[in-house]
């Protein structure tokens, strides 16, 4: 496990160490994953079997793996950003035909705007949902998913704006 800083609490009450073989291209895999996420490998390798047994209906011995208050809120955390990130995918697709359909007014929110102002104020709100999704991976949530599909939300606004007459 990666060195905690001061006041970070420890993840789990006690440790052991499990060795495994696996194919090194799945090692290789792991590296790059921990690499790109900021986590440890048994970080990534801990989080993947409790899905996994998660899927399986496995379940943990009594007494360990209680559930905490930073994992319930975590989880209301991811839900609601799914949540968020699907209303987002809803407006850009909206915005992309009334783009196609070469709308000069759109309504939103009981507001008249042109697609360019739509575009802009749905930047804008991509841009903050982006910091949060960060607060999130600070917070040790795996976000990674999430700040792809919000990456490629404002990759398309991009590209409709710069086809959007002013």
Request: hydrophobic share 35%.
């Amino acid at each position: 496990m990666s060195e905690r800083g001061p006041g970070r609490p420890a993840k789990y009450s006690s440790l052991t160490i499990v060795a495994f073989s696996c194919p090194a291209e799945l090692k290789e895999y792991l590296r790059k994953v921990s690499r790109e996420t900021g986590r440890s490998i048994s970080e990534i390798i801990v989080e993947a079997l409790t899905e996994y047994f998660k899927i399986k209906g496995v379940r943990k011995p009594a007494g360990r793996g209680r559930e905490t208050a930073r994992k319930i809120f975590g989880r209301m955390e991811m839900e609601r950003l799914e949540r968020e990130i699907q209303l987002h995918e809803k407006m850009v697709s909206n915005i992309e035909k009334a783009v196609a359909d070469n709308s000069i007014v759109l309504k939103y929110r009981g507001r008249t705007l042109s697609p360019l102002q739509l575009i802009i104020r749905e930047l804008n709100s991509l841009w903050g949902l982006e910091k949060k999704i960060l607060a999130l991976e600070n917070r040790g949530l795996n976000v990674v998913k999430y700040a792809d599909r919000v990456v490629k939300l404002i990759q398309r606004l991009d590209q409709l704006k710069e086809k959007t007459p002013i």
